[in-house]
């Protein structure tokens, strides 16, 4: 597995703008070689501490995904009446592993299983966070 290592990576964030572009960090246990996201102090395959710090690739492809079109029950959830349909998805990230996560498309017409797609910052509800987005044109 080719890791792309890097020195200078904010381990408390789940992802960086590294030269303009988002991407996710995450590990590679040097105990048992296993990819993990969100990056950990200790491998949950080995349980090794010899965590290595890595960027995962921009681009992955979309494994599956599923859309969100109605209000989540309250409680927990506390509606400000604004609710807007969501799509949530896996982008599977070759040769290492599949992260969940929002899109930035929610039309099932516009979203299929394979279709290449990339990691964006976005601001969600005041917080910067990362999301997946179709990456070319969409059939």
């Given amino acids: 597995m080719a890791a792309s290592p890097s020195t200078e990576l904010d381990s408390t964030r789940p992802f960086q703008v ?23 102090e200790r491998c949950p395959t080995c349980g090794s501490s010899d965590v290595e710090e890595v960027l995962l690739p921009e681009r992955g492809t979309l494994w599956t995904w599923t859309t969100q079109g109605f209000e989540p029950k309250s409680p ?35 979203l299929r299983v394979g279709m290449p797609m990339r990691v964006v910052a976005v601001d969600h509800a005041g917080i910067q966070t990362y999301a997946f987005e179709p990456d070319g044109d969409n059939p």
């Fill in 76 to 110: 927990p959830y506390v509606s400000d009446g604004g609710f807007a349909a969501f799509a949530v998805g896996y982008l599977e990230f070759d040769g290492y592993l599949r992260v969940e996560g929002r899109l930035t498309e929610s039309d099932p017409d516009r």
């Fill in 18 to 40: 590294v030269d303009g572009v988002a991407r996710l960090v995450a590990g590679v246990c040097r105990g048992c070689e296993k990819p993990l996201f969100p990056l950990r």
